[in-house]
């Protein structure tokens, strides 16, 4: 069992993370219907508080850069930047049976500047 952080540390969701969010959400009332749909989501965001509270649940995983860490919540992933001291941000939510490093290499561009946006806005 993973050891307790002393304190809950910020966790940032980028304008991608909470579209993924939505998507999530319309798919699984689609095709699961709207309780079975509000118990994912309710799991996400029980996954999503766990991190805040114990960041090093977070995983490194190759070939990415060290900053970009990883965090599976049932069957999507968390990918997470965690270059900004003190920070954690949600880059995208990532179905796990995707191809991660390519819908990655698509999503780059905007995350990069989504990043940025949100960084200017923290300070």
Do not use: W
Not at 21 to 44: C, M, T, W
Not at 65 to 73: M, P, V
Not at 88 to 101: E, K, R
């Amino acid at each position: 069992m993973a050891k307790k952080s002393t304190r809950s540390i910020p966790l940032h969701m980028t304008q991608r993370s909470l579209h993924d969010l939505i998507a999530i959400e319309a798919y699984s009332v689609e095709q699961f219907g709207r309780r079975v749909a509000n118990q994912y989501l309710d799991k996400l965001e029980s996954g999503i508080n766990r991190l805040k509270e114990n960041p090093e649940l977070l995983r490194e995983e190759q070939p990415f850069h060290a900053s970009l860490k990883f965090y599976r919540i049932e069957k999507h992933v968390l990918v997470c930047e965690t270059g900004v001291p003190g920070k954690i941000i949600v880059l995208t939510l990532l179905h796990g049976s995707m191809d991660i490093p390519a819908r990655l290499a698509e999503l780059e561009p905007t995350l990069a500047m989504e990043v940025a946006v949100l960084l200017k806005k923290l300070k």
